[in-house]
């Protein structure tokens, strides 16, 4: 909860909708390196791309659960 997603595969996140989108079109199971702002100090993750169903929705409970803020 807090992070900041600065950049991704080396690359500078700019706008929202396009990183978004570049994540939406990479495969399930892919590896991305995320460079992220924590307590005012960047720190390298791995994150592994998972799928959703399309009976699956994410609820804005489940959002606030987990942290993400768009």
Not at 17 to 33: C, E, H, L, V, Y
């Amino acid at each position: 909860n807090g992070d900041i997603i600065i950049q991704y595969n080396n690359k500078p996140i700019k706008n929202v909708t396009k990183f978004r989108n570049d994540i939406a079109m990479m495969m399930p199971g892919s590896n991305i390196q995320l460079r992220v702002l924590r307590n005012d100090k960047t720190i390298n993750i791995t994150a592994s791309l998972g799928t959703q169903s399309d009976q699956e929705e994410i609820s804005a409970e489940t959002i606030q659960k987990i942290g993400i803020q768009i």
